[in-house]
């Protein structure tokens, strides 16, 4: 029984047709870890405890890049996040208004970590100290 080349050749092009258009619809979610995002995990959340009277502007050094967080008003905390989707070294660089400052000692972070920086009342009695939770 032989069959017409022209109906082989509209099964043919159905078939084709069917699983590319399933191939649209049935995408992974799978993200390339060089892509930017906003999910949790790619970042650490950090909280900053100012002790001090004075304001102080913290900045998060990695890797020798240097990105400033913000400013903390004194006696109180902030909380900050940042942008994190590997593991390096992190270190911290706090800024009195009015004179005064600090840097607390590198910290192996991952992304979703919770990381502490503790400002004291005192910078010349006390230094700045970090943690994570």
Same mark, same amino acid.
């Given at each position: 029984?032989?069959?017409? !080349? +022209?109906?082989?050749? @509209? =099964?043919? *092009?159905?078939?084709?047709?069917?699983? %590319?258009?399933?191939?649209?619809?049935? &995408?992974?979610?799978?993200?390339?870890?060089?892509?930017?995002?906003?999910?949790?995990?790619?970042?650490?959340?950090?909280?900053?405890?100012?002790?001090?009277?004075?304001?102080?502007?913290?900045?998060? !050094? +990695?890797?020798?890049? @240097? =990105?400033? *967080?913000?400013?903390?008003?004194?006696? %109180?905390?902030?909380?900050?996040?940042? &942008?994190?989707?590997?593991?390096?070294?992190?270190?911290?660089?706090?800024?009195?208004?009015?004179?005064?400052?600090?840097?607390?000692?590198?910290?192996?972070?991952?992304?979703?970590?919770?990381?502490? !920086? +503790?400002?004291?009342?005192?910078?010349?009695?006390?230094?700045?100290?970090?943690?994570?939770?």
């Amino acid at each position: 029984m032989s069959v017409p !080349v +022209r109906s082989l050749a @509209r =099964v043919l *092009l159905a078939a084709l047709l069917a699983s %590319s258009v399933a191939g649209c619809f049935g &995408r992974s979610e799978a993200r390339s870890p060089f892509a930017g995002g906003s999910r949790t995990q790619e970042r650490i959340r950090i909280r900053v405890e100012n002790q001090n009277f004075n304001d102080a502007t913290v900045h998060a !050094v +990695r890797g020798g890049e @240097r =990105v400033r *967080l913000g400013e903390v008003t004194g006696k %109180s905390d902030k909380d900050f996040t940042l &942008r994190w989707s590997f593991s390096v070294p992190l270190e911290f660089e706090i800024h009195l208004v009015g004179g005064g400052s600090c840097s607390v000692r590198p910290m192996h972070v991952d992304p979703g970590d919770r990381v502490w !920086v +503790r400002i004291p009342t005192e910078l010349y009695a006390s230094l700045c100290i970090s943690g994570k939770t």
